[in-house]
């Protein structure tokens, strides 16, 4: 599989879709817009035999939601395909139909950050407890839990 | 037969860990079932971002008592490479010596474990004999026997000394001997081979599809092993093999777990006996420049994925823990259908779950292929109506 | 039945355990157990207590002349573990100047009451 | 049984009540204590059963809800009350004064009492575990029980009777069955194991697939009269076993002074009754627990078809023996 | 002295309980660590059942309750439900920093910091985790507890009260 597979021809393949680069070795960056990601996915995954989904990492970085998708195959490339959200209202559609192992980090992150995965089948809360808040969601940056309230909440953490 | 709800857990004598399976069985059939993992969710990651490198390595460990060096190895290694220093190679291979005993300590513990949920108590109690030997050295190097807390940012925290070396180098003869006879048990041993032979069986197709890692892909015949893929540590340079199993039952992710103890055997060995000399840890800055990184590392269960992104101060900005347990769950719902109601816990089991690394998770329900006579919420409420002492 | 030869060797030879309360556990030197901290090193900097991951170590008013690089120094606090929420970890160790407060290789006691501090 | 102050210390001080509680409690201890040695412990000290059934004794009962307080009390004593019946049954020094023409038969059904009444306790204790257990117990005593019942019945159609003290008399004059059907002892064991829920056929209380099955919800002094009623189904199974296949506390010549002839008998009945608790410990210590589908295939395919070649050998060994 | 049939069996009662403790074992949340020193524990090193101690699955058959580690919110209402489950005398004993205080996860958001705001706790063990001989310490503890306890008539002279807790009030709304 290696032999005619370089990052650079990945690399190369990835720029239809956004901004492609070799973040260091082995590793590949792809940065693409919510609606191309089932696309590059399904391309990565044809193309280039990237058959293995490592994880969805959720990021809040204050101003977006970031969604990074880390792919590898048999080729141990890694391609982490990047998409941003807005903060409010997130959307993005899912990725089950095609990577089934997708359903559970998409479940998480819908409990921890609050992002909908349009599509998905099975949207229930899992992580949190059952009488948890409807519209918290604990990893976002701005989330300060009520020190009144049942869930306790993070004491002042020195700096 | 009606079909009979089960609710297994959160409290149950098979489950160490608190998981919740509520299971639609025909009489010892299972027909379907819904997974409930949630209840170890600490909010680990939201505490990683609010405390400093020095004081995360800890909390970081202690996401999960079996795989602890695992995880903060995972991160320092990740937070390394954004600082872009090199640890020295003795700490590299002191690090190496650590993970292959927890590996070897897991192992064993699952071996153990394993028997005990078919009953066999006796091996159960034999591999945690043995197991002793393991926790004796991990103990004496780093002060101990869970939570070694060997890592620090640019090295480990404490030398090892000749004499240690030589008292784990000679513990290891010993042990060889007692895991030859434990492939040997699981090979020939009769009601092993009754419980263990095609109960939860993946293919290779279906293993690859669901994304398993760790034993569970290697016992379908995949050779899935970050230590391979993508050398970290000392891994380049120990001579050891990946090893596959072609059988893809609990049985086969036995025969792969004691095969591994044999080459983390030969990995401890090797480290030990060419143990660079030199310094244990370089000086670490305190702030990190921005970046991110996915720091991938394999732990005893498989392959676990830190997904860091630091903003050039001294906390993290994310830390996004991905557990092979978790990458695991997807198939344990599969393997589970039309399976015996006795067989639960070793399919469950022979993914050697570790849920309070999945401290964050999930609910995977299958889709049923048969309609029950009632509804599954009526079938709930009207079980739990009957069964108020259920825990 | 692979097992039944090293059962009946196991039935006939002496069993492994040790006997815990009569016999003792050998603890290796490098154990970390119970804390202990020496009042006359400490000269109450507080970096074990912004550095405890647990935040079981609080500074106490502790007012005394200490020794440090020579000179002498008014120290006003003096740290305070809570015995039962120590994890054990070993940081404030690593990160004490003066070695005042190390994980001593000895096991901690068990009691009912879980608020026990530990001051010396 | 004429005289009845001999009746009432028969019945209630030695071989019975008293002498049974006393030996079950030993033996559950033994059982234990060779268990934790072949897996290299040092084991529970001898008071240990003692200690936990007066321990139970004294801790509370709870009540499940909606359970039949009156039969969840007493179907634990008519367990235990049936098990110790067929105990007086069996052979201890000489031959039993309560003997009759069949006691064989009544025995093994008292003997299998206890199953029933743990079905029971596991369908009233209205806990999805202890159904389930219920369901396995009574499913498991459909399959043990037909070889467990032929093996045990090969030495009476070989004796030509129904009385264990008679088949221990046959024995004491010609040869223990134990050499004449070996199959049928190998039989007996397994047998005698399933019946007791021991390992590899615990079952019905599989600890870490159904938590302790019809025992789930038992607590104080239900758990302890279950309990020992299990450590006395113990004691009196391997005493049945002893009395058919080992020929018994009877000794083929006999010795003078009638007490050290009884003495020496009820030595032999020790020692071969713990030569079976051995046999059976190993059994428990060597292997693990096995599905019920896979005891369904096994007990009927091979053990049920050992026992009835069994059956046959005796049939042919007969006809040879009353022609020849 | 009066020595009386039902001091004697009294008597009787406290020496047996004291040398037949059965534990459960219930993990609220914890990292598995505890857990494994508590199985490390029942094997032939350290081998607890020399003092009886068996380790049982139901909470209706054990006298001692191990919670190790912190409570999780959803695993509070559960502790509480099997601490309910046991039968009377039962006695608890925290495992680690976490059973104390949370541990090293001190305040984080889904947690209940430690286990004395659901149930009330008999012996703390310290440690992360505890040495196997550590938790054995403690059992002995805990058996110190029950004589004198039994001395006193009952485990009211030490005063613990039941903490209510919100978690107490959801789950009383479960059980009938």
């Not at chain 4, 005493?239 to 003495?263: H, K, M, R, S, Y």
């Amino acid at each position: 599989m290696t032999g005619p597979l370089t990052l650079e021809s990945i690399a190369e393949k990835m720029k239809e879709f956004g901004v492609s680069e070799q973040a260091r070795k082995n590793r590949i960056r792809v940065t693409t817009t919510p609606d191309k990601v089932h696309d590059t996915i399904r391309t990565v995954q044809a193309m280039f035999g990237f058959d293995r989904l490592i994880t969805i990492s959720a990021v809040d970085n204050t101003r977006t939601l970031e969604l990074i998708y880390h792919l590898t195959g048999p080729h141990r490339i890694i391609v982490s395909i990047a998409v941003e959200l807005e903060r409010d209202q997130p959307a993005m559609p899912t990725i089950f139909d095609i990577l089934p192992p997708a359903g559970i980090y998409e479940r998480q992150i819908h409990d921890l950050f609050g992002i909908v995965f349009t599509g998905n089948p099975n949207m229930k809360r899992i992580m949190l407890n059952e009488d948890w808040p409807a519209d918290e969601y604990p990893l976002r940056k701005d989330w300060k839990p009520d020190p009144d309230t049942f869930y306790g909440g993070i004491k002042g953490e020195r700096s | 037969m009606p079909e009979v709800v089960v609710s297994i857990g959160p409290h149950h004598p098979a489950l160490k860990e608190p998981v919740n399976f509520k299971i639609i069985a025909d009489g010892e059939k299972i027909v379907r079932l819904e997974l409930d993992l949630s209840y170890n969710h600490r909010g680990v990651e939201k505490a990683a971002e609010q405390r400093d490198f020095i004081r995360v390595l800890p909390l970081l460990e202690r996401v999960c008592g079996i795989c602890s060096h695992s995880h903060s190895t995972a991160f320092a290694q990740g937070i390394e490479e954004i600082m872009q220093i090199e640890i020295p190679p003795r700490a590299r291979y002191i690090r190496t010596i650590i993970a292959e005993l927890e590996r070897m300590h897991s192992h064993l513990l699952w071996l153990g474990v394993a028997a005990h949920l078919i009953g066999f108590n006796t091996l159960f109690m034999w591999t945690w004999r043995d197991r002793e030997a393991v926790q004796d050295t991990v103990e004496e190097m780093s002060g101990n026997r869970v939570h070694y807390n060997m890592n620090e940012i640019g090295g480990v925290r404490c030398d090892l000394t000749p004499a240690q070396v030589n008292a784990a180098l000679a513990r290891l003869p010993n042990l060889e001997e007692r895991v030859n006879k434990y492939v040997d048990m699981v090979n020939y041993e009769e009601t092993m081979l009754l419980r263990f032979r095609g109960v939860g069986r993946l293919s290779k197709e279906e293993a690859l599809r669901y994304g398993t890692v760790g034993p569970t892909a290697r016992a379908s015949g995949i050779d899935y092993d970050t230590r391979k893929d993508d050398p970290y540590l000392a891994y380049a340079d120990a001579p050891w093999n990946v090893v596959t199993d072609t059988n893809g039952d609990v049985y086969g992710r036995t025969r792969v777990r004691v095969w591994e103890i044999q080459e983390s055997l030969r990995i401890v060995r090797y480290c030990l006996e060419n143990l660079p000399e030199g310094a244990i840890r370089v000086p670490a800055p305190k702030n990190a420049p921005k970046g991110e990184i996915l720091s991938r590392y394999e732990a005893p269960r498989g392959e676990l994925a830190h997904f860091i992104r630091t903003n050039g101060t001294d906390r993290v900005e994310r830390v996004d823990i991905r557990t092979p347990t978790l990458a695991n769950w997807t198939s344990v719902a599969m393997c589970l259908v039309n399976q015996n109601l006795a067989d639960i816990p070793v399919i469950v089991a022979a993914i050697d779950p570790c849920l309070s690394c999945t401290s964050r998770i999930t609910l995977v329900e299958n889709q049923t292929k048969k309609a029950g006579v009632i509804s599954f919420d009526e079938l709930i409420r009207r079980y739990r109506s009957r069964n108020p002492e259920e825990v | 039945m692979s097992v039944l030869g090293e059962m009946f060797e196991n039935f006939l030879s002496r069993p492994i355990t040790i006997l815990y309360p009569k016999e003792k556990v050998p603890i290796p030197a490098a154990f970390r157990g119970r804390v202990a901290i020496a009042d006359d090193k400490c000269i109450g900097c507080s970096k074990c207590s912004l550095v405890c991951p647990a935040q079981v170590i609080t500074m106490i008013d502790g007012p005394r002349d200490v020794e440090f690089k020579g000179k002498n120094l008014a120290r006003k606090k003096r740290p305070q573990v809570k015995l039962f929420k120590c994890i054990r970890c070993g940081l404030c160790e690593r990160h004490c100047p003066t070695g005042a407060i190390v994980l001593k290789n000895e096991l901690s006691c068990s009691g009912t009451d879980g608020e026990i501090v530990l001051t010396e | 049984m004429t005289d009845p102050v001999f009746g009432l210390i028969y019945i209630f001080i030695f071989p019975g009540f008293l002498f049974l509680f006393i030996y079950a409690l030993f033996f559950a201890f033994l059982d234990r204590k060779i268990a934790s040695r072949m897996q290299q412990r040092v084991g529970p000290p001898f008071f240990q059963p003692f200690a936990d059934f007066i321990k139970m004794l004294g801790k509370e009962v709870i009540d499940p809800a909606g359970v039949d307080r009156v039969i969840f009390d007493a179907a634990p004593l008519v367990a235990l009350a049936a098990v110790m019946t067929a105990y007086l049954y069996v052979p201890i020094i000489g031959n039993s004064p309560l003997a009759f023409q069949g006691d064989l038969v009544v025995v093994l059904y008292l003997l299998s009492l206890p199953t029933l009444v743990l079905f029971l306790l596991g369908w009233l204790s209205r806990n999805i575990f202890s159904a389930i257990g219920g369901i396995r117990a009574i499913t498991q005593l459909f399959i043990y029980e037909v070889p467990f019942f032929l093996a045990l019945l090969t030495p009476a159609l070989m004796a030509g009777t129904w009385s264990i003290s008679e088949i221990v008399l046959w024995q004491q004059k010609n040869l223990w069955f134990v050499f004449l059907q070996p199959i049928g002892f190998i039989v007996a064991l397994i047998g005698l194991q399933a019946k007791l829920e021991r390992t590899p056929f615990d079952i019905p209380e599989a600890e870490t697939e159904i938590v302790a099955g019809p025992w789930t919800e038992l607590t104080g002094r239900r758990l302890a009269i279950m309990d020992l009623t299990i450590d006395v189904s113990l004691v009196v199974g391997s005493a049945l076993v002893a009395a058919l296949f080992l020929g018994g506390p009877l000794i083929p010549w006999a010795i003078t002074p009638a007490w050290l002839e009884g003495i020496i008998c009820f030595l032999l009945f020790l020692i071969k009754t713990l030569a079976v608790l051995l046999i059976l410990s190993s059994i428990k210590v060597a292997t693990g627990r096995i599905r019920i589908d896979q005891l369904n295939d096994i007990g009927w395919k091979y053990i049920a078809s050992a026992s009835l070649v069994q059956v046959g050998i005796v049939l042919v060994m007969n006809y040879l023996w009353v022609y020849a | 002295m009066a020595v009386t049939a039902a001091g004697l069996s009294q008597r009787l009662v406290n020496w047996a309980r004291a040398r037949s403790p059965w534990i459960t074992v219930f993990n609220s949340g914890a990292c598995n660590a505890c857990d494994i020193e508590i199985i490390a524990c029942l094997m032939p090193r350290f081998d607890v059942e020399r003092f009886g101690i068996l380790v049982k699955g139901s909470p209706r058959h054990a006298d001692i309750l191990i919670v190790t580690g912190h409570v999780t919110l959803k695993q509070a209402s559960r502790l509480r439900r099997v601490w309910e489950q046991m039968p009377e005398p039962k006695y608890v004993i925290a495992m680690g920093a976490c059973g104390a205080s949370g541990g090293v996860f001190h305040g984080l958001y889904h947690m209940m910091d430690s286990v004395d705001k659901v149930i009330p706790i008999d012996v703390y063990v310290a440690g992360c985790p505890p040495r196997p001989d550590e938790i054995i310490n403690a059992v002995v503890t805990c058996l110190n507890l029950l004589r004198e306890d039994a001395l006193h008539g009952g485990r009211e002279w030490r005063k613990k009260a039941v903490p209510v807790t919100r978690t107490e009030e959801k789950t009383c709304g479960v059980i009938p």
